[in-house]
């Protein structure tokens, strides 16, 4: 098996960034739309979004008024 999405070392759980240095929690669900991949990350309690071209990953900014997790630096977290 090959990981291409994120690593596995010690560190916070919760990092954007390219593909072989972002880092996810409990990915539980991935919905693909062209070339951006969103994983529903759930121990971060958050949505991701990957750009399949640049190779990027990036934690949604989602509006609205969140449930849980709260509000961090700009980022939204909900419960799902």
Excluded at 40 to 55: H, I, K, L, T, Y
């Amino acid at each position: 098996m090959t990981s291409w999405l994120g690593t596995s070392t010690e560190g916070p759980l919760l990092k954007d960034g390219k593909l072989d240095q972002a880092r996810f929690n409990e990915p539980s669900g991935l919905w693909v739309d062209g070339k951006k991949m969103y994983v529903a990350d759930a121990s971060n309690n958050c949505v991701r979004e990957v750009d399949m071209d640049s190779g990027e990953v990036k934690t949604m900014e989602l509006k609205g008024v969140p449930r849980g997790g709260g509000c961090y630096g700009g980022v939204c977290k909900f419960e799902f």
